[in-house]
């Protein structure tokens, strides 16, 4: 990941069944976005929540990308007081939360991307995750 790892996260606390995290990694914040996620278990998916920040520019979706294929997307909207409150001067801090479910295909080992994409076009890493897909 070209932004670096900020910090890392015990994949066990984040194991769905027929999805494993094996290991969350979160891009230390850049320049232009703030942001981080969570992935929560879910009956057969894989839940991220979280929330993403533009600094100079407005975040227009989150997605999710598999060996370059985009395999999740969402737009922001969900409210976030914390945020707000956090970034008073930013706009758009009070709907900056998110929530993408991703339902695997296939099984085996993968690498997810997660990005911020900026109104500009700009796609901003916030953190990668390997999983394991059992069928």
């Known amino acids: 990941m070209e932004a670096g790892v900020a910090h890392s996260h015990d994949p066990r606390v984040a194991d769905a ?3 494993q995290v094996l290991e969350l990694a979160y ?14 278990p879910a009956a ?3 839940e991220l929540v979280g929330w993403a920040l533009g600094i100079d520019s407005p975040v227009a ?25 956090a970034y008073p001067g930013v706009e758009g801090a009070g709907a900056s939360g998110f929530h993408i479910a991703l339902e ?17 076009g700009q796609a901003i890493p916030l953190g990668d995750l390997r999983v394991e897909t059992a069928r």
């Open 17 to 19: 069944p027929g999805v």
């Open 27 to 40: 891009a230390k914040p850049s320049e232009r976005v703030r942001g981080s996620f969570r992935a929560e």
């Open 44 to 46: 057969s998916t894989l």
């Open 61 to 85: 979706w989150v997605e999710v990308v598999s060996n370059g294929k985009v395999v999740g997307r969402a737009t922001l909207g969900e409210e976030r007081t914390d945020i707000a409150e």
């Open 104 to 120: 695997p295909s296939g099984s085996g080992r993968s690498r997810l991307t997660v990005r911020a994409g900026l109104d500009d």
